[in-house]
């Protein structure tokens, strides 16, 4: 008996033990060090001060926190538009190219989004191919300054995060059971109080978590507003980016990223709530 | 026939605007990195010609090389690990098993830059000079959700009492492993292992804060590279890299089929 | 030598302070065919597990041919489980499954390999050696299990609902398949199932379990015709309960006074004049008989009025609401050169049955109906 415990322990050891350091310890050290002290010489120093916090109800830093909340949230009420009836539809099919189409999602979803924002560039540069389609069209007589803009960002973020949102809705509707919505039907529901009151609640776990996948990142990816945004737009991933590898005063950053934390622990709190806790781990 | 055409006609013309939303940039890239001309939209003919400037430069290599074993060992540990772990949150009940499923979930969740600086604040409370050890160290910590992931949904979906009844049957945990565990779990072991190579291929976030000077990998190259703006042989280089990902992705997929 | 294979003393087990199982006793005889019956989350599962060595009881002790087996891991107590779910090894075929055991125990090849093909045969499935299990049916499955279990030749085997399932032909067939492989086999088994009629029709004994308790150790006729209790009454086959109360005795005749009428009763338990007790007819002894045929003689009939006619091919149930509304279950055979089961509803009839068919236990007062 004895003996055979030990694959148990080692195996629960090693786990934890990685975890321990290389998630808890820095989550830690970072809302330590958003209390700590900077200067030139130093980028982290004693003693402790809240004068982080306070720093950010500046302006420049509330605004900046402002634009990245509008825009993941616009994105991310975007992709869910765009995004559900697209995985209803996959989700509900019976065909042989279900799978196939499955797997195109399934594509995007793992392979590099810089390069596929890279690609966006192609599409929107002034001499790209949106531009040369509507000019050829006629549309516009000179290319619009599609790129570098709010708009390019917005598209590039779309791009790169709807099979976020697909995913986990796919498997969430595709558990769904048909029987309840045929009975929801035969009781007397029209489609959309059968959509409202039935198919909506039953999938609202796969909506918090594909909304969680595509609001934060949105927020965060840095590369999609500096690729595309140009100088012009800055959001919260940015505004990290620059306290940490920049100006390297690491405790605002910490300081701006313990909010930032703080807020995805809101919406995890809300997903929770919502799942009751029954459906973690069944994302993907 | 034709009534049951036009009703599917909104649905399937949906469908196929998304998919193209999804792939015409791509597929815009690739053929493009084939194109003879430096700066012009116009097709000037097909060409090696990027591939082959690609080839030569020897830095390219370097840090194709670098992210190669960067991925390779992190992919490997991060399967060990992960797949232990899988292995344990099923079988075993123990004190703290909510908490440890928890904490992969919210790993899985949480934006990059999360991940990212926290260990960059780890490693300097740690002392680990930035470069090859910390890339490793982060990699393997991103990609050991997704094995956990990738394994554990494997094995829930085998009967729970074969484990039981090999025990019932004197198997020992070690022969348990070797003979049950390990025969059933090698194909989502190895997607995981994939899955965990093709991030660590992909990363970007997290490795621009953890990199050091003298360590290139690949992803990083290329963002430098994309931020100098269109070019072909950048076209060429996010297309072998798409090309290579993909295959590795179809692999992982073709894996994880449910037939064992 | 002792003729119990197995022997639970005093076993309880409590899981998060919920008690599972009280103060169990039980012995189980060498080469018997008993059943753990009971409801869904009576502890009969639960008692497999803690014979079988999945889990430990919080107190008591439990011997297996004589020895305590106490700390004992499961491989080492000669006793083999067949689960629910088979739990087949989905990537060995049928027989690497079948001498997983034997490869566990490091026995010599030429060995694993006769007592293989001996199992093989004994379940009849040399055909399908190399089959994967998902290749095979369901009851061929239960094959496979039962075999890869008594290939290592266990003193006792345990079967937890193994047939639970398989769709009703099918369960048919392997309840005497089962039965018949057990005395093959001379094996003890042990098997658990919720199914009464199933419990009855294979076992050599029945141990009647209720919320963690064993209420009744019997014969299937035992427990059938003499529960000990209301509980054991009404959980094997239907029963129709009467309050009464002990109006006379001599000797094993009771005279009881049932819904206002006098009626004879025969008991052995040592009862005393002025005891309420309930007074149990199952369906199929009591009679119905039409106003014609009672020919007068209604002295100790009930009277009644059919509700309900429900045709069964070979017998007939009837609901029969008596005077005083209680409503009492009746089934009727049908009888070649008898026509006097055209029974209508509304019709008015008499109930009755044979003195000594019935049977008499002490009140319980949680009862209703």
Sequence with gaps: MRSDNGFKYFSLSVIWIWLTIFALLPFILVSIASFMNHDESHIIQLPFTLAHYGELNNTIYLKIFEKSFYLAGFCTLFCLILGYPFAYIIARMESSFKSLLILLIIIPFWTSSLIRTYSMITILKPKGIINSIMMWLGIVDKPLPLLFSDIAVVIGLIYNLLPFM???LLTNIERLDNRLIDAARDLGANRFTTFRRVIMPLTMPGILSGCILVFLPAMTIFYIPDLLGGSKSILLGNLIQNQFLVTENWPLGSAISVVFILLLALLLLIYWRSTRGKTQGELL | MKNKFLQALPTSSYLTLIYLFFYIPIVILIIYSFNEAQYSLLWHGFSWRWYQELFADTDLWIAVWHSLILGVFAASVAMCIGSLAAVSLYRYQFMGRQLLYGLIFILILSPDIVMAISLLILFSFLKIPLGFWSLLLAHITFCIPFVVVTVYSRMASFDEYIFEAAKDLGAKDTVIFSRIILPLLWPAM???????????????????????PGFEILPLKIYSMVRL?????????CTVTFVLTLVLVLISQLMLRKKP | MTSNIIELRGVSKSIHGHDILQNINLEVHNGEFLTLLGPSGCGKTTLLRLISGFETPTTGHIFINGKDVEGLPPHLRHVHTVFQSYAL????????????????????KNEIDRRVAEVLKTVKLEKYATRKPEQLSGGQQQRVAIARAVVNRPLVLLLDEPLSSLDYRLRKTMQIELKQLQRKLGITFIFVTHDQEEALSMSDRVVVMQEGCIEQVGTPRQVYENPENLAVAKFIGEANIFESEIIAIDGKLITVDILGRRRIVK???PFSVGDKVHILVRPEDLRVWDQKETEGDTADMFPGVVEEVIYKGTTVDLMVRLFNNKLVAATEFFDEDDDRLEYAIGEQVWTTWVSGWEVVLPYEETVTA
């Design chain 3, 89 to 108: 090894f989905p990537h060995m075929n049928v027989v690497e499954n079948i001498e997983f055991g034997l490869r566990c125990q490091k026995l010599p």
């Design chain 3, 267 to 269: 008991s052995t338990r």
């Design chain 2, 190 to 212: 190895l997607a995981g292992w994939l899955l965990s190579f093709t991030l660590s291929l992909d990363d970007v976030i997290i490795s621009y804060f953890v990199t050091g």
């Design chain 2, 229 to 237: 703006g269109v070019k072909p042989e950048i076209n060429a280089l």
């Design chain 1, 166 to 168: 697909v995913l986990p």
